[in-house]
């Protein structure tokens, strides 16, 4: 091919020469509905993604069914209580998306004012159940022999503090408790949920 065919072809082909068309200034058709598909795409994908996310952090904004009032009795039944009382609630549990009920022992004891007080029945030790001794007037844990009194403070043992309190209220002549769960080994009562 030679230099002056080459040259015309260049100067055919280039925008500039006479008799072609002037350049499109904006977006084709076909570059603006591509750009619309996907932006609408873009949209769709994000609205079917709320719900996934949704369910997916679901378990972190929950709130756990484990602090409800629970109803423990009729106040009437512990205006004469001289021991401690043993009592099993039911507590709804929410982990996640499952619900779960358990039940949970609870002792309604008085307090050296003589206001009922509730005492978890979870060792502060290592979780094991404590349990009421009639014949020694004293709580014990089985597992690692730690003794509580009547009230609940510590006697003995390698517990390293008294028992747990439950909060407690009267609502329409009923004692009604929130179950709570502690920390073990602590040397003071922490919350855990």
């Known amino acids: ?38 932006a609408g795409s873009a949209v769709i994908g994000v609205l079917l993604a709320i719900p996934l996310v949704r369910m ?14 629970t109803d423990a009795g009729a106040m009437s039944g512990y205006d004469s209580l001289q021991t401690p009382a043993r ?3 039911q507590i ?27 005492l978890s029945a979870v060792c502060p030790h290592l979780g094991c159940e404590i349990s009421w001794n009639a ?30 309190s439950l909060p407690a209220r009267i609502a329409n002549g009923r004692l009604m408790v929130r179950y709570e769960y502690f920390s073990n080994l602590a040397p003071t009562k922490e919350v855990i949920s």
């Not at 925008?15 to 598909?37: H, K, N, T, Y």
């Not at 997916?56 to 009032?69: D, V």
């Not at 014990?140 to 003995?156: E, K, T, Y």
């Open 1 to 38: 091919m030679s230099e002056d065919h080459r040259k015309n072809l260049s100067e055919d082909s280039s925008p500039s020469s006479p008799g072609s068309p002037a350049p499109e200034s904006g977006m084709s058709r076909r570059g603006a509905i591509g750009w619309i598909l996907g």
């Open 56 to 69: 997916a952090f679901y378990p972190l904004f929950a709130n756990s069914g484990a602090n409800a009032w």
């Open 87 to 89: 009592r099993l609630i």
């Open 92 to 118: 709804e549990t929410t982990d996640g998306w499952q619900r779960s009920l358990s039940k949970k022992v609870v002792y309604v004891t008085k307090a050296p004012n003589g206001k009922v007080r509730v």
């Open 135 to 164: 014949e020694k007037d004293e709580f014990l844990c089985p597992c690692h022999g730690s003794i509580f009194s009547p009230d609940g403070a510590r006697i003995a043992g390698p517990t390293p503090r008294a028992m747990d």
